[in-house]
């Protein structure tokens, strides 16, 4: 257990370390981690409301904060290119993500053209409220298989351990982010004034 929890401790210090870099992008991270922990409260009686807070803020302030804020050149701070770090990520790096986010992007399309989404609802949606319920059904099991399918992988490619500390450590994410960047929005807000131009 100890083994583990060390584990556990090394794959968020590398997260925190090489990816969270940016106060814009810990702020937006820790709107992620509220968002995350509401739809936790949601998920035993609202599944398909869950998934539609995780995936349609959540998720995207979150990878919106590694796109376009933090810095891709060269990390000083740890001595490694933006192109190392890529390669060493144990979860989903940026290529990954553009990938996963696509799919999560094209699934409302899919879903619109073709109601029963291939048979998987035994009715198309006739409202408003029930063709966002069966996609939210799809966005959570996009999420479960997302995680499945990297943990899967990183048994293959590392070992069982690493695959459940990941696993462990992106569903804990959000408690940690919460804990970890609180005090972004704030350091963001003062950064804003005092850029923001004074008035002659």
Not at 59 to 81: I, L, W
Request: glycine share 8%; hydrophobic share 50%.
């Amino acid at each position: 257990m100890t083994g583990f929890r060390e584990h556990l401790r090394e794959q968020r210090w590398d997260d925190h370390r090489y990816y969270h870099q940016s106060i814009i992008n810990q702020a937006l991270h820790f709107f992620s981690a509220c968002t995350f922990l509401l739809s936790y409260v949601l998920l035993w009686n609202y599944p398909w409301l869950a998934a539609l807070l995780a995936w349609g803020f959540a998720m995207t302030s979150r990878q919106a904060g590694h796109f376009f804020f933090e810095p891709k050149g060269y990390d000083h701070v740890n001595e490694a290119t933006h192109e190392h770090k890529e390669e060493i990520k144990v979860g989903y790096n940026l290529f990954r993500k553009v990938i996963l986010m696509g799919l999560w992007a094209i699934s409302p399309v899919v879903l619109y053209l073709n109601p029963t989404f291939f048979g998987l609802f035994s009715e198309p949606f006739t409202s408003a409220r029930m063709f966002f319920e069966n996609l939210g059904m799809i966005w959570l099991g996009l999420g479960i298989g997302a995680m499945l399918f990297r943990m899967a992988q990183l048994f293959i490619i590392r070992d069982v351990e690493t695959g459940i500390v990941w696993v462990t450590k992106i569903i804990t994410d959000p408690f940690t982010d919460f804990k970890l960047y609180m005090k972004a929005p704030g350091e963001c807000a003062k950064a804003a004034v005092a850029w923001r131009p004074s008035r002659g």
